[in-house]
């Protein structure tokens, strides 16, 4: 079993559109969590932390489920610029845990 | 303006060649990393350096050497005992929080 796992995609959708991913991880001991964001043939980029409580950026709102493992990126209002590949990362033990991304393709 | 920068963007080298790939952060960050992501798979970490002089194997060493003698450079040497040396390797730094900081990358083709 991969430490990090997401649904590779793509994700087509349109405009506007709200759009969830999910990402689930191995090590329950893990206490950090991430999103970073991939546009095509570029380097990673840290989109936001997630945290306990949830946390919420914008059109982003993140949050974490300890009990089941898995966190989530939830994004309303999809633009054309947020097509990109979202990595799920964990802090595993002492090392960052990244997982192979999900592809995201908002349309007109 | 602060930054990491990797050079060159791309690489190109014949089978059995050592080739070392260039990663320099102004940042002032003690931690650097180098990471190889191949395609439909997340990034894997090669080498990693908490602190100048001082370096560790990540999860795929074999076939790669670092060298960190200076805060602001950490090189990688993909060597001809790498045996799929072809990929994208991204180079990072992070203070001393857990956010780390890519280069653009560079791609190397090995033929």
């Known amino acids: 079993r991969k430490e990090v796992e997401q649904d590779p995609g793509p994700f087509n959708v349109p405009e506007g559109a709200t759009v969830a991913f999910n990402c689930t991880y191995s090590n329950s001991a893990s206490q950090s969590f991430f999103w970073y964001r991939q546009d095509c043939r570029k380097e990673p980029k840290l989109l936001m932390s997630v945290y306990s409580s949830g946390n919420e950026d914008g059109r982003f709102t993140a949050q974490l489920n300890r009990a089941s493992q898995y966190i989530s990126l939830l994004i309303r209002d999809s633009k054309l610029s947020d097509s990109a590949t979202y990595l799920c990362v964990v802090l595993g033990y002492n090392k960052l845990i990244f997982g192979a991304g999900t592809r995201l393709a908002v349309h007109p | 303006d602060g930054g990491i920068t990797q050079s060159p963007k791309y690489l190109f080298r014949k089978e059995g060649q050592n080739v070392t790939l260039s990663c320099e952060q102004n940042l002032n960050h003690d931690a650097m990393y180098w990471y190889r992501q191949d395609p439909g798979q997340g990034l894997r970490l090669i080498y990693y350096s908490q602190i100048v002089n001082d370096f560790q194997k990540g999860d795929i060493a074999e076939g790669y050497s670092v060298s960190r003698e200076k805060k602001e450079s950490f090189p990688l040497t993909v060597t001809s005992a790498q045996k799929n040396p072809t990929a994208f390797y991204l180079c990072?730094?992070?203070?001393?929080?857990?956010?780390?900081?890519f280069g653009p990358g560079t791609r190397l083709t090995v033929t």
């Open positions: 990072a730094s992070s203070d001393r929080g857990l956010t780390q900081y």
